[in-house]
């Protein structure tokens, strides 16, 4: 197993969610024990040095990856959702993507200050969404967040958008 066999196994998929965008669907990794256990095992090589305490998964793909990464990193894990599904108290953030505008939420409660946090997501594209992830966190940490992805869309250049992260650690680019 290696990273050209992940690479292979992503999906590609035209016109979706609109014509003219490629999506790259990770459902078609996911499905393969394989292709998962060395994706997990990359990226949990990659950050356990790094005193994670809490992994933040951006709905809905980055639930996947960044439980399993929490579980293993022995680290809480805390959920950012579009609006209206956290029933608790929340930040919110608005934000442009590629195709459209969206929103994401945290519960006020869910970090300490003192945590050492890592946000997870499926795909780096132009970085609308990771940087309002990085937005909402600016409300709980002075520590700085390590930012993951599976998945980086290099010619959409979304990293510039990514101030304030500590690091930035994408598996596969394309």
């Known amino acids: 197993m290696n990273l050209e066999t992940v690479a292979a196994s992503i999906r ?14 990770i459902t ?24 994670i305490t809490k992994v933040v998964g951006v709905e809905s793909r980055g639930f996947v990856l960044g439980s399993i990464l929490a579980y293993r990193l022995n680290a809480g894990f805390v959920l950012l959702r579009k609006p209206g599904k956290l029933p608790s108290d929340t930040f919110k953030v608005d934000y442009d993507l590629e195709y459209g505008q969206d929103s994401l939420e945290i519960h006020k409660d869910s970090i300490d200050e ?34 993951s992805f599976l998945i980086e869309l290099l010619f959409l250049n979304g990293r510039p958008r990514l101030q304030g992260a500590i690091n930035i650690h994408s598996l596969i680019q394309f």
């Open 12 to 25: 590609n998929v035209p016109d979706f969610p609109k014509p003219g965008i490629l999506f790259k669907d």
């Open 28 to 51: 078609t990794a996911m499905k393969d024990a394989e292709v998962l256990k060395f994706i997990a095992d990359s990226l949990y090589d990659y950050y356990k040095d790094k005193g």
């Open 114 to 147: 003192n945590d050492v946090v890592l946000l997870h997501d499926d795909l780096l594209a132009t970085g609308g969404s990771a940087n309002a992830a990085l937005q909402l966190l600016t409300n709980f940490t002075h520590n700085g967040v390590y930012v």
